[in-house]
């Protein structure tokens, strides 16, 4: 266990629609990490905050936002879903924010778009 | 652009060899290199970096990954595989202009009996 959790671990909704996945990272962490993995598309970074503010940005759509929360848990926001959105999706964290610290990775939410 | 290159999709390995599973990559400056395991439906799992210092690095569950600069390769290694090694495995840089992780596409590892 990472210490990292996500919710829910999984979630099926039709197209057009908007879904929210919620993270908690590990305890003292401040910074926060989202990715999508795919098969065609692998592992993709798609967002990162620090502390509340967005540090750094991937090729995420811009159907898709995020924030941190004061309490430092995140929330991944998308929306207008469309059939290739249904992927994996990670958050990670990690003491710092650009540093050698490692990341932690939670279970994942599995999302399907019928 | 920072990259990690793994070169095999697949390793297949009996139990009790040593395995190896490759990473080279590409970068600009001195590189931070992670190695990760995901196990069917669960989330990935830390098992060692490479910052800066020795070369040999030593990881979770006997796994160590050797550093080669003129290689250009960060392996993974394990002395005797164990069927419960098998799982996908990836390598990955970070970034040095933010936290994030760029990582390969990963090696499918299968230890048989």
């Known amino acids: 266990d990472s210490g990292v959790t996500q919710t829910p671990k999984h979630l099926i909704t039709a197209t057009g629609q908007r879904v929210t996945l919620r993270c908690s990272p590990r305890s003292g962490d401040l910074s926060v990490y989202w990715y999508q993995q795919s098969l065609d598309q692998g592992l993709q970074f798609l967002i990162q905050y620090y502390n509340g503010e967005e540090r750094a940005k991937g090729n995420i759509l811009e159907r898709f936002s995020a924030q941190q929360f004061p309490d430092l848990h995140s929330e991944l926001n998308l929306s207008s879903l469309e059939l290739g959105d249904s992927a994996l999706y990670f958050c990670?964290?990690?003491?710092?924010?650009?540093?050698?610290?490692?990341?932690?990775f939670g279970p994942g939410t599995r999302l399907t778009v019928t | 652009a920072q990259s990690v290159a793994q070169p095999e999709d697949q390793v297949n390995v009996a139990e009790g060899n040593p395995l190896t599973v490759k990473c080279t990559y590409s970068v600009s400056g001195n590189p931070y290199l992670f190695w990760y395991v995901q196990y069917p439906n669960r989330g990935l799992q830390f098992l060692l970096k490479?910052?800066?210092?020795?070369?040999l690095v030593k990881g979770s569950y006997g796994f160590e990954a050797e550093f080669n600069k003129s290689q250009t390769s960060f392996h993974l290694k394990k002395p005797s595989a164990l069927v419960s090694d098998s799982a996908l495995y990836f390598c990955a840089v970070r970034d040095l202009q933010g936290g994030k992780l760029i990582f390969g596409q990963g090696t499918e590892l299968s230890v048989k009996p």
């Open positions: 990670a964290s990690s003491v710092g924010g650009g540093d050698s610290y490692e990341q932690y």
């Open positions: 490479y910052i800066t210092g020795d070369n």
